[in-house]
Every structure is written in structure tokens, then in C-alpha cells.
């Protein structure tokens, strides 16, 4: 499960041409959930930056801690807390890597998973329209969780899904029929990402230098001899 993000600034125009993005990208080094993330949506037919709550606040929530900041692919269509916003609010965030903790014999090391190339990824997520007064954001946000694949899964069992560029359009549109987007919700190719050590200083959400996602060993990738 995805519990931390690391969010650098990213030229959001080079993945969509045609966002509109009327208020920046929010940034930072260690974002944990119950704070402020940058989402895409589709407005009016096209897709627009906004501002969510990171946890899902559904109307008839009343325990802000009960509010998931992640909801597995598999139960989207069958639980209520997901059902609506998968069908109707799919949302993208943009981000340049995910933290997941490798579980040791003392200790758990952070690991910060990355494009292999450091470029942004596209994360996929449901939004629904602020409800309450839990909390002072008009609109919240679940990041989609997926099985890890075969270079992450030592590390982590889930991992968000990623949208490539190319579907990303799809992803948006509540048009797209549910078959097609269930489709895109698979873990990530082998190639794409890669994944390092970083400080512990990650485990503390109030750590925010940029110092937190600095690799400190080498960067795990999957070559082809892996694959025999």
C-alpha cells in the first residue's frame, strides 16, 4: 500500500497538452495522506488540475480516519465506499515517485520506486465531491492499488496503478466503458520502474526536506536475464 509520495515539480503539459491547470502543482518531498494533493480530472471535456483531499470522503462518512487513502483494484465495483466515483470520478496524480517500505530483520528500509528514467509517472485514482465538514478541501481523492509485480514484490505486494500517457484520456472520460478501464488496472510492465534506498528520515511525515527521496544504494531494475 501506498503510504508516502514523492511529488517534484513536473511540466504536467508535456504529459497532457491540453490541461488546463489554473493552480499549481502542489510539490513536496514525503506527502503522506490527509494532506493536500494535486489531482487531474476531466472537466467539460478536458482534463483540469485541482486540489483534493488525500482520503476518500464519501457523503455519508463521519470518521475522518475512516477515510481510505488507498482502494484495491479488485473490490472498486463491489464495495460502496468506491463504487459511484469509479464509474463517474476517475482522476489522475501526478507524481515523480512512490515510498514503500522492504520489510528487514530489525528494521523496515524505505525504498523510493521511480520511472527508470526519473520521469513522471500517472498515478490512477477516484475523487468524490466534498460532503462533509471533516474537512476544508472540496474535493477527496483514493490512489488505486494493484499486486506489485515481479522487481517490486520483494519490497511491497501493492503498488499504485500507473496510466501511461497514451490512456490517460481514457482513464478520465466517465464515457470509457468499464471493461476498457478495468484493463488498464494491471501492474506495471517490468521495465518501467525502477526502485533505491532512501534515508529513514522518510518514516517521519513532518521529514519535507528533498533530502528524503536521495538515493542511498544503487537503483534495482529488471533486465532480461531476469526473465529466464
Not at 66 to 87: G, I, V
Not at 150 to 164: E, V
Request: proline share 11%.
Amino acid at each position: 500500500m501506498a503510504g508516502r509520495l514523492h511529488i517534484a515539480p513536473i511540466e504536467l503539459s508535456r504529459l497532457l497538452p491540453d490541461l488546463i491547470g489554473e493552480t499549481p502543482l502542489l510539490t513536496g518531498a514525503n506527502q503522506a495522506p490527509r494532506r493536500p494533493l494535486s489531482v487531474i480530472r476531466q472537466e467539460r471535456g478536458h482534463p483540469r488540475l485541482a486540489t483534493a483531499f488525500w482520503g476518500l470522503t464519501p457523503p455519508w462518512l463521519k470518521v475522518l480516519d475512516h477515510a481510505p487513502h488507498c482502494a484495491r483494484a479488485e473490490n472498486l465495483a463491489s464495495r460502496p465506499m468506491f463504487q459511484e466515483a469509479f464509474h463517474a470520478r476517475r482522476c489522475l496524480i501526478p507524481v515523480s515517485g512512490i515510498y514503500v517500505w522492504k520489510p528487514q530483520p530489525r528494521f523496515k528500509q524505505p525504498f523510493l520506486v521511480t520511472h527508470t528514467d526519473r520521469g513522471p509517472l500517472l498515478l490512477a485514482g477516484l475523487w468524490c465531491r466534498y460532503h462533509t465538514t471533516l474537512t476544508a478541501h472540496n474535493d477527496s481523492t483514493a490512489l488505486i492499488t494493484v499486486n506489485a509485480n515481479a522487481l517490486l514484490a520483494p519490497l511491497t505486494d501493492r503498488i499504485p496503478a500507473i496510466i501511461d500517457r497514451a490512456s490517460a484520456t481514457a482513464w478520465l472520460d466517465p464515457t470509457t466503458s468499464l471493461d476498457d478501464v478495468r484493463r488498464l488496472l494491471v501492474p506495471p510492465p517490468l521495465e518501467l520502474l525502477g526502485a533505491f534506498p532512501v534515508s529513514r528520515r522518510v518514516n517521519d511525515p513532518s521529514n519535507q526536506d528533498w533530502a528524503c527521496g536521495h538515493p542511498t544504494g544503487p537503483m534495482l531494475r529488471w533486465n532480461t536475464a531476469q526473465e529466464t
